[in-house]
């Protein structure tokens, strides 16, 4: 007789974090998954930990950070959600030694970022954000004096990724000649032209929008240095993450008349809520449009994102599915019907791949498919078997040396 050793639905449990869109609780609900925990903000220090300790699965934005302390206080987890693109957030290493993959959004908040982007780009070319603030005060300043259309002017792209690339798309379709820097060979899109450096981007275009990750490579990747090449009466647009830019250096730019203005959705230090201040020193110029983060906050995106992360879930939950996952050897799989599921994520070292086909010989278990992949670091290897006696695999299965997670799906 088998005992059922896969966790029942109804005890598996979601925390899900910073108002993900209801179409993630949907999604989850209507796969059979109850035991949802759902949190409007952001939750940081004792409350975050509270709050994820007994946790399955998290889904978080932008603003909570799992660092390797954090997941320590969460023993049970199986994944993460990022609801958004960047996983900057997540310590993805840390992550993927305790077995645990993260899922995010890669693609459905970049539209909302690109036109966003398109929509500073002509405000800030026609000095609209510095009039704005003027008419506010009661100044009348009628004037053509620095204010110019989009039309045939150059803008450079940093990072031709989902949001540069559909940036590209729009930015043409208004007339602007498009020339985008980027550490990979991209296909350019349209007529949209790569250059061999950032300083020759910075020096020929009249508009600069960074389109980056977060990581070593981009940190204060606009700085003192290469912000003195950028071509006069430019503008320069921060919708990545607040690292790429080092503010300081943006300030003196913008303080010695050299640029036209600047926007920026993204910031080293973010308020971690309402009720805190923003404070920077960008805030004395008229000529610099200043969000909250918002460049993926559409109606639209969050609705996409909901269902899309959440689906993520689900797949793994149910199938072992790692498709996208961005810290993670990834699996995709045909549905079990029929067959149990057994899940085993190991240390990826010498050996352990015989060890693990040794257990069903041991448990005199027939496989009936196998599927596997391996990184430098972790292997993860989802074998279906015909057997009922799962139990005694499973157990075998988490005494292998290297055995990180194992579990089984019905
Ligand atoms: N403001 C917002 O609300 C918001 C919304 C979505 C995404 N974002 C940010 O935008 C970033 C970009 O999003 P995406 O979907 O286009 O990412 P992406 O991964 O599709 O594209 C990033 C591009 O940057 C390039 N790149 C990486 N390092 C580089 C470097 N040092 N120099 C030049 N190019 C480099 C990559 O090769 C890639 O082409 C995300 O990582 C996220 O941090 C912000
Ligand atoms: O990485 C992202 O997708 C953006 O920064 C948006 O993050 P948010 O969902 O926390 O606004």
Redesign the pocket.
């Known amino acids: 007789m088998t005992t059922k050793v896969s966790l029942d639905k109804s005890k598996i449990k979601f925390v899900l974090l910073e108002g993900v869109h209801e179409n993630a609780l949907d999604a989850l609900k209507a796969a059979g998954y109850t035991n949802i925990d759902y949190h409007k903000k952001a939750l940081d220090g004792e409350d975050l930990i509270n709050a994820i300790k007994d946790a399955h699965f998290i889904g978080i934005r ?1 603003r909570t950070f799992l660092t390797e302390e954090v997941l320590a206080q969460a023993p049970k987890l199986i994944a993460i959600g990022c609801f ?5 957030q997540v310590n993805l290493d840390a992550a993927k030694r305790r077995g645990i993959p993260v899922f995010n959004a ?2 459905s ?2 539209r ?2 690109a036109e ?1 982007v398109l929509g500073e780009i002509i405000v800030l070319m026609r000095q609209i954000a510095k009039a704005n603030a003027e008419v506010h005060r009661g100044l009348w300043n009628k004037s053509a004096t620095g204010s110019n259309e989009v039309r045939g002017k150059n803008l450079g792209i ?9 940036l590209s798309v729009l930015a043409e379709a208004v007339g602007m000649r498009v020339y985008f ?4 060979n ?1 296909l350019p899109l349209g007529n949209a032209q790569q250059v061999a450096s ?1 300083d020759e981007l910075l020096a020929m275009s009249d508009a600069i929008s ?6 070593a ?2 940190k204060n ?1 606009l700085n003192a240095t290469n912000l003195s090449k950028v071509k006069k009466d430019a503008v320069v647009i921060n ?3 607040g690292t790429v830019v080092d503010i300081d250096a943006l300030v003196e730019v913008l303080a010695s008349g050299h640029l036209r203005g600047a926007a920026l ?2 910031f080293p230090e973010e308020p971690a809520s309402i009720n805190d201040p923003f404070e920077s020193p960008l805030c004395q110029f008229d000529n610099v449009i200043l969000t909250p ?5 559409t109606s639209e995106a969050q609705a996409n994102i909901g269902s899309e992360v959440a689906h993520k879930f689900i797949k793994y939950s149910d199938n072992g599915s790692t498709l996208s996952a961005v810290n993670f050897p990834e699996v995709s799989l045909p549905e079990h019907k029929g067959a149990k599921r057994l899940l085993h994520i190991h240390t990826n070292k010498p050996g352990i791949l015989n060890k693990i086909n040794q257990v069903f010989v041991d448990a005199n278990v027939n496989i009936a498919a196998q599927y596997l992949q391996t990184d430098p670091t972790i292997g993860y290897v989802v074998i279906d078997v015909e057997s009922e006696n799962t139990d005694e695999a499973l157990r075998l299965l988490k005494q292998i040396d290297g055995t990180i997670k194992a579990r089984v799906l019905y």
């Open positions: 932008s958004c693109i960047g996983t900057n890669p693609f908040n970049t909302s970022v966003l940093i990072g031709y990724g989902h949001i540069g690339s559909q820097y980027d550490i990979e991209k950032l960074l389109h980056v990750p977060e990581n490579s981009t990747l919708a990545a993450r959705d993204v983060h918002i460049g993926g906050s």
